[in-house]
């Protein structure tokens, strides 16, 4: 004969599958806690933890103490960085400088010899949107409507 396989439910009814029985799950299963939990506990201590007002104390110690945690963080990342870009600042300076002393005065000659050729593009730029302007004015003006309008 098959044996058949036990349904487990939570409080909704919802059901987990099948599952083998095991000792000790009735215990374990979140309903059988909580009613163990409620028998062996003083009842005082279970009013204590319901109607006292302790966790508002608590919980402010706790958002200052995680404030207090988020600052000693921000600062020692503050830290690492300022050290860090120092070191790599200083070990840098020579280069930049070498870069510096040599790189300035060949930008500076390429942006004067094409100088001349931006000079150059710029006018016939201009030129060419200065014909452009006078070929659509007159075309606008060419047509008989327009200039009748213009005439009233």
Do not use: K, N
């Not at 095991?22 to 009842?43: E, I, K, Y």
């Not at 150059?120 to 004015?137: I, R």
């Not at 060419?142 to 009233?152: V, W």
Request: charged share 10%.
């Amino acid at each position: 004969m098959m044996q058949q396989s036990q349904m487990e439910t939570d409080a909704i009814g919802a059901g987990e599958g099948p599952q083998r029985a095991v000792p000790w799950s009735a215990w374990v299963s979140r309903q059988s806690w909580l009613r163990w939990c409620a028998s062996h506990v003083p009842q005082s201590w279970t009013h204590w933890w319901a109607t006292s007002s302790w966790r508002q104390p608590l919980q402010r110690v706790l958002c200052g103490l995680e404030g207090i945690l988020y600052l000693l963080l921000a600062l020692m990342l503050c830290h690492a960085l300022f050290t860090t870009g120092s070191h790599l600042l200083s070990s840098l300076w020579p280069v930049v400088a070498a870069a510096w002393r040599h790189l300035l005065p060949a930008v500076l000659l390429l942006v004067l010899s094409a100088l001349p050729a931006l000079l150059f593009t710029a006018s016939f730029l201009l030129l060419f949107s200065t014909l452009l302007s006078l070929v659509g004015l007159l075309t606008s003006m060419s047509h008989l409507g327009h200039a009748q309008d213009l005439d009233q």
